[in-house]
């Protein structure tokens, strides 16, 4: 289904820009070189190839956004500080990975923080995101333009079936180099092992780890079906991968080319995030069926009990700031 939608989307724009030619040059040119790290096809590429697209229609031609998939520009660990260097234009970079340019974030990491996929929705697209991306860009200079579409990482797992806590139990985890996520995998009785996502299919191939967690695209698009024989539904973890924009960059639109770029982001993610939720059985019943995996859903009760404790335990080391932020988005209803 996404491959279908990305061959529609994916149009070249040369009517809109022969027409462009004829028209007198309002703005300055400005050319976005917009990067992530899976393929064109992935869940990523949606909102990339749908943001380049409104991008240049809202802007009327004088916005020019070049993609630039599979980590041609940089990947998620370095992409954050080149924006904040204006070394890089924009990226799409994971929460998870965001931690050591501004640890605030990682409250939307913690396990179980958000009570449902609607819950989630009503915290990033009201008043509580609002006011953390504005935080995040007086912090660090880079500018958040969408969180992008949501959705919650899944356990999958090489040999080892997870039909209850306990079977948690030893399991070579692999988790992103982020506090949070090594704690929770410890709670729940694996042993984290902390290595970047370009390590992750050698490392599940060679024994090296025996379990981790992802998108279920991510899982399909990767082919981790290959080697993966079990996947384990505990959406312990939301997880979401903003459009984020350097302030070198965005100093270069004026006015209208700025609400142009952020009205394309805002619509690009409402975009990716509508197919990844309509498609998300569809593709989980795909990798039991054509992947071959058995699928696992242990009770979540244990699972919950242990991730309120690691959400109290980084509310008192984190200081008042990331207190605050867990108090306002339990208090966000949905």
Partial sequence: MLHKLLKKMIQPAAGVMLGMMTLPVMAADVTINLGWETPPESKLGILAVKFKELAEEYSEGSVEVKLRCCGQIGNEETAFSAMQLGNVDAFLVSSNNLSSNY???????????FRSPEHMKAVLEGPVGVEFAEGLRQATGVNLLAYGGVFFREVFSVKQPVDEIG????????????QVMIDTAAAFGAQPVAMAWSEVPTALQTGAIDATDNGLVTIRDMKFYEFAEHLVRLDHIAAFVPLFMSDQTMAKLDDAQKEAVMRAAAEASAYQAEIIQSGEDEVRAWLRDEGGMTLHSPDRA????RALTVQDNFAEERGEKFKSL????RAVEG
């Avoid at 244990?302 to 009990?305: A, S």
């Avoid at 867990?326 to 988005?329: D, F, Q």
Wanted: proline share 13%; charged share 20%; no cysteine.
């Fill in 167 to 178: 079977q948690m139990s030893g399991l070579k985890f692999r988790v992103p180099q982020n």
């Fill in 103 to 113: 640890p605030l974030i990682d409250v939307f990491v913690l396990p179980y923080i």
């Fill in 326 to 329: 867990i108090e306002k988005i």
């Fill in 302 to 305: 244990p699972f919950i009990e």
